[in-house]
């Protein structure tokens, strides 16, 4: 008995030691995996009804824009104004020709509404781009640099920000001859960019006091390097956020230089040159304008959804 007792101490504390060993082990939590500020906004967004209907809403109609095909035959220049002047819709032939009704040319009006998509998004997204790269650039510049830069690039963006958009739009508009989707996107980004430019400054200036800025310059790294790896990647969150909720309004103003007859002209099929068609029937055939009014609407709010949602995400005090 006593040899017994003393085996099962024995086992016992040898038992004991291992658990011990082994207790820190299974007791330690598994370190947590870091996440950086975009998985972050990220794991935000997909839980946010109003970025998945946004999402949604954006995914169809660039789809729309770039593959008409899909959602119509009909061409939307063939008219035949003696069997189609201003039919009335048929709201029962879904995406048939004759679902919107005809224009005052005898024209599908959703024909038009589909293939229009494309010129609208395509001045909208392109505006967008433009103003995004020249508006960050500068920004950048004048941020990084400070001093007599800085003064120079800031009074420049002065003198853009007080020419009032729509009016100079106009003035740049009309010493064209043809007005191509070029030459809109091109008028509209020359005016736009001072937004963007303000909102990449202000981050710059924040960031190029930072110990890893300070740190990589002191290892002799050259401004080129230290704009475009350390203080590009951390100041893109802000420019972002402002370039998305911008691209509704700029797909709007697209429709309204249309409407006032200095935007996009026939032969090109827009939204906005179908709203400005259809003023002429407002009385006799209000589904010529507000059917193409609707669509702007919608996209405009899906862009505005969109970059809210974004906004949210990525600015941590509205968390």
């Known amino acids: 008995m006593p040899e017994k007792t003393a085996d099962k101490v024995e086992l016992s504390e040898a038992t004991g030691a291992e658990f011990e060993a082994a207790a820190p082990e ?12 975009w998985s972050d906004a990220w794991y935000d967004l997909r839980r946010n009804p109003l970025f998945l209907v946004s999402s949604v809403l954006i995914v169809l109609l660039l789809v729309m824009a770039f593959a008409p095909s899909l959602f119509t035959s009909a061409s939307p220049r063939d008219a035949d104004l003696a069997k189609h002047y201003l039919q ?12 919107f009704g005809y224009d005052g040319q005898g024209r599908s009006i959703y024909a038009r509404v589909v293939h229009g998509a494309r010129a609208s998004i395509l001045v909208g997204v392109g505006v967008t781009l433009l103003v995004t790269i020249l508006g960050t650039a500068i920004g950048m510049t004048a941020g ?40 809109v996107i091109a008028a509209m980004a020359f005016l736009g960019w001072t937004t963007i430019a303000r909102v990449a400054r202000g981050a710059v200036v924040t960031i190029k006091q930072s110990d890893y800025v300070v740190a990589a310059r002191a290892l002799g790294a050259s401004t080129t390097r230290i704009m475009l790896k350390h203080i590009l990647p951390n100041a893109l969150a802000p420019i972002i956020v402002v370039a998305t909720i911008a691209l509704g309004g700029y797909i709007a103003a697209e429709a309204t230089l249309s409407f006032l007859g200095i935007g996009l002209a026939e032969p090109t099929v827009s939204w906005g040159v179908d709203v400005a068609t259809g003023k002429q029937q407002l009385r006799n055939a209000p589904y010529v304008l507000i059917i193409p009014s609707v669509m702007v609407s919608i996209t405009v709010l899906s862009f505005l959804m969109f970059g ?10 509205l968390r």
């Open 144 to 183: 990084y640099f400070g001093g007599l830069v800085d003064s120079l690039l800031s009074r420049v963006t002065d003198v853009f920000m007080g020419i009032p958009y729509m009016l100079g739009a106009l003035v740049i508009l009309t010493t064209f001859a043809e007005r191509k989707i070029w030459v």
């Open 308 to 317: 809210d949602a974004v906004r949210n995400a990525l600015d941590p005090k």
């Open 88 to 99: 009335p819709p048929n709201w029962s032939h879904f995406f048939e020709p004759d679902w």
């Open 26 to 37: 299974a007791a330690a939590p598994a370190a947590a995996k870091a996440r950086s500020l």
